[in-house]
């Protein structure tokens, strides 16, 4: 061992994030792990020069050169899908007297101010001289003698240090803070979702992200009946998302010639739902060229007409890919947390119109019946129109 007294040098500050599920993932999860891995090093790029490896159910962070915004790329895990804890630690050599050094410097404020502590010991590595307890056991008396003032206590601590001794190193921390959970975007594969600008989506966009899903957003916009604000609504919505969805290609598709050809030719009591069922066979067109397996919507069951089962069934009705709704059967003041949660709520809140809500019937069909719908479509040019948009769609990289 070496010297006790020897002042600690903090080699490097490091972030340890702990994987969630994907560790149960068997065969898969070398898989798993390295789409963890690419998603955590494309998020921090902006933050500076990281070394990131995946080791023993931890992806280590840590960074190359003193240029590196630590802190702000341990916000920034924490946002990061399939990663349950974060934590900034100390690195130091795999020496009880250099691991106390550096517990020492590194977490002295935390101690002195708690109301008490105590040590905790895990070791991957089992050819460590010492065992988990004898090495809390050695660490946490020299931190009681070098701080008198706080006691020890071992049953209901304030404060505990985290000592781990890994394959290359040792760790000190303390507490984890709680990660994003869920499993790494893309791991799941792909879906389409439709993307507006209120409060719903951008939920169900985050839900499915959070399984593993990685997103292409589609969003309609009927200009000038809705503005160029609401457009730019969307696009702000898009870029807080891709926090927690990673990079994504923001689709947007002009909507105002089918949408006037529906008020000029259809029943108005089914502008609503022969709306939805344009805007569900263009997103499956999307999610077919782009090699997707599902669409994602932020319908909520029973929020307004057009969210009745029946109304759902009839929107569905002739699609390729299956339709996921995350949030059928939350309440709105679920959505509502969850939406503040992830960030997107006061930007869902401007009040901008959306297409949904221009030439919208006074009286909505709640039950409409397939037949009629099918019938009240023969009006109209159907794959023409849905090819017109798709020839005419705007993509952005978020
Ligand atoms: P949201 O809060 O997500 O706008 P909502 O409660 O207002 O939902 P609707 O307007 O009926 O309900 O929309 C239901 C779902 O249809 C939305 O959650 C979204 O997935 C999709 N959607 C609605 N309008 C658009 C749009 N302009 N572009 C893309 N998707 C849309
Ligand atoms: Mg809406």
Redesign the pocket.
């Known amino acids: 061992m070496s010297d006790k007294n020897t002042s600690a040098k903090i080699q490097t500050d490091i972030i340890l994030l702990k994987q969630g599920e994907i560790v149960l993932k068997g065969l898969n999860r070398r898989s798993f792990e390295m789409k963890l891995v690419s998603n955590v090093n494309r998020r921090l790029k902006q933050y500076g020069n990281f070394h990131i490896y995946a080791v023993q159910s931890t992806v280590y962070v840590e960074p190359r050169d003193a240029d590196c915004d630590i802190s702000g790329a341990f916000e920034a895990c924490r946002d990061i899908y399939g990663i349950v804890a974060v934590v900034r630690a100390a690195a130091c050599r795999k020496d009880p007297d250099d691991i106390f050094n550096t517990a020492k410097v590194y977490l002295k404020d935390a101690i002195e101010n708690a109301p008490s502590f105590k040590v905790e010991s895990k070791r991957s590595d089992k050819s460590f001289p010492m065992t988990s307890i004898q090495l809390s056991q050695y660490v946490g008396g020299l931190l009681a003698e070098e701080f008198p003032d706080t006691p020890v206590d071992v049953r209901n601590p304030g404060f505990t240090v985290h000592l781990e001794i890994r394959d290359y190193s040792a760790y000190v921390h303390g507490p984890a803070v709680p990660g994003a959970g869920g499993m790494p975007v893309g791991s799941n594969g792909r879906v389409v979702?439709?993307?507006?600008?209120?409060?719903?989506?951008?939920?169900?966009t985050c839900m499915a992200a959070k399984r593993g899903l990685a997103i292409i957003p589609?969003?309609?916009?009927?200009f000038p009946y809705?503005s160029e604000l609401a457009k730019e609504k969307?696009i702000e919505l898009g870029h807080i998302l891709t926090r927690r969805c990673g990079k994504m290609m923001l689709e947007l598709?002009p909507?105002t010639h089918i949408q006037e050809e529906i008020r000029d030719n259809c029943p108005e009591e089914l502008f609503?739902i022969i709306t939805?069922r344009f805007?569900m066979k263009i997103?499956d067109a999307i999610g077919r060229l782009n090699g997707c397996s599902g669409i994602?919507?932020?319908?909520?069951l029973g929020?307004?007409a057009?969210?009745t089962m029946e109304s759902m069934a009839v929107t569905q009705e002739g699609l390729e890919l299956p339709v996921f709704r995350p949030?059928i059967c939350l309440d709105k003041t679920e959505?509502i947390a969850s939406a503040r949660g992830i960030g997107t709520f006061d930007t869902?809140v401007l009040p901008y119109e959306?297409?949904?809500?221009i030439f919208t019937p006074k009286h909505p069909k709640t039950k409409p019946r397939l037949k009629d719908v099918l019938e009240a479509e023969k009006a109209l040019d159907v794959q023409g129109l849905i090819d017109e948009a798709l020839e005419n769609i705007e993509r952005i990289r978020l």
């Not at 994602?296 to 909520?300: K, N, V």
């Not at 959306?354 to 809500?357: H, V, Y």
Request: with cysteine.
């Open positions: 979702s439709l993307l507006s600008g209120g409060i719903d989506s951008p939920v169900s589609v969003h309609f916009f009927s809705t969307v598709v909507f609503t939805r805007m997103a994602i919507t932020g319908e909520c929020q307004v057009s969210q949030l959505i869902s959306d297409c949904c809500t």
